[in-house]
């Protein structure tokens, strides 16, 4: 059962939904990484078994990721070096950029 303030928000959207001034988009950001498991070497009998402690994260890679709730269009930015506030700040004027193309105002 939704509470009176979820409701309320949910026909603030409803409402916003319906205005044809407003692009509304639902944005999500995602990180992977590949983290070592595994490894495989050679131990005389003699020694007991070697603690190896592998780096914690060999590669990661960010995405940003935007849908437009019109019609479904997907947009998305990788970022492979950073992944942080300021990367997402440098994603906002991209997604405006590609929410542009109409005369609508875009909201988040």
């Known amino acids: 059962m939704l509470t009176l303030r979820c409701s309320s928000v949910i ?21 992977f990484q590949q983290h070592g498991s595994r ?19 060999h590669r990661s890679i960010g995405c940003f990721g935007a849908v437009r709730l019109r ?20 994603f906002l004027p991209n997604l405006r950029l590609e929410s542009g193309e109409t005369s609508r105002r875009c909201m988040r």
Not at 11 to 31: F, S
Not at 39 to 57: A, K, Y
Not at 74 to 86: L, V
């Open 71 to 90: 019609d479904g269009k997907f947009f998305f930015q990788r970022e492979e070096n950073r992944f942080n506030a300021q990367t997402f700040l440098g």
């Open 11 to 31: 026909k603030k959207l409803q409402d916003l939904d319906q205005n044809h001034k407003v692009e509304l988009w639902a944005m999500d950001e995602v990180r």
């Open 39 to 57: 490894c495989r070497m050679w131990v005389p009998p003699e020694t007991g078994d070697p603690v190896s402690l592998p780096h914690p994260t």
